[in-house]
């Protein structure tokens, strides 16, 4: 299966400010099928990035997710308040699918 | 607007069964799949299973498809996840999902999720 790592663990940043977080992949992502997701605690988790970076439904442009092959990342520019929660990278390229271990973003 | 929500869980013996429902709203139920994701304390999200629009074609984990069924009923826009011989490791918040390739594919990622419900196995 392909294993999916994501860094940093812990992402602190102020409002304002620039989030980069990253995906990466044990092997190569097959067309480009990865995902992010947030979460928030107590809430359920919401699709932010699909096919590594067409944005979601009602996803603010200040999300931006980019890579291909092994290799993405997500980036929130100009972070508001209600972005910082856990995000979580997916790859649905092959038929098992698998999860990173996610990126906390807090405030710093 | 499309809802999702989760209910079933609860505590449980080792060894007994559960049956977690999913009930659906805002979106033709019967032109979607939903998969089942659960997340257990402490560790990452584990992709469960999926049942296509129809209810004809159902895809499992490897790892659990021997103890886990779902099934659903367009009739009642609910999606049904059983399990069977619970076992500790099947502690979790279980989610269910939809898929957004409607009737066309399964896309194998999820547009909308519910807020889940805990499932805790425990003498």
């Known amino acids: 299966e392909i294993v999916l790592t994501q860094s940093p663990g812990t992402l602190s940043v102020s409002p304002g400010e620039r989030a980069t977080l990253s995906c990466r992949a044990s092997?190569?992502?097959?067309?480009?099928?990865l995902a992010w997701y947030q979460r928030k605690p107590g809430q359920a988790p919401r699709l932010v990035i699909y096919?590594?970076?067409s944005r979601a439904f009602g996803i603010p442009d200040r999300f931006s997710g980019s890579g291909s092959g092994t290799d993405f990342t997500l980036t929130i520019s100009r972070l508001e308040p209600e972005d910082f929660a856990v995000y979580y990278c997916?790859?649905?390229?092959?038929?098992?699918?698998?999860f990173g271990q996610g990126t906390r973003l807090e405030i710093k | 607007q499309v809802q999702l929500v989760e209910s079933g869980g609860g505590v449980v013996q080792p060894e007994k069964s559960l049956r977690l429902s999913c009930k659906a709203s805002?979106?033709?139920?019967?032109?979607?799949?939903i998969h089942w994701v659960r997340q257990s304390p402490g560790k990452g999200l584990q992709w469960v299973a999926v049942?296509?629009?129809?209810?004809?074609?159902?895809y499992y984990a490897d790892s659990l498809k021997d103890r886990f069924t779902v099934s659903r009923d367009n009739s009642k826009n609910t999606v049904y996840l059983h399990i069977n011989s619970l076992r500790d490791d099947d502690t979790a918040v279980y989610f269910c999902?939809?898929?957004?390739?409607?009737?066309?594919?399964?896309?194998?990622?999820?547009?909308?999720w519910g807020p889940g419900t805990l499932v805790s196995v425990s003498s």
């Open positions: 092997q190569s992502v097959s067309s480009n099928n």
């Open positions: 096919g590594a970076s």
């Open positions: 049942v296509w629009f129809d209810g004809n074609v159902k």
């Open positions: 805002g979106f033709p139920f019967g032109s979607y799949g």
């Open positions: 997916q790859q649905y390229g092959v038929s098992r699918i698998t």
């Open positions: 999902a939809r898929d957004p390739g409607g009737v066309v594919t399964l896309d194998y990622y999820f547009d909308f």
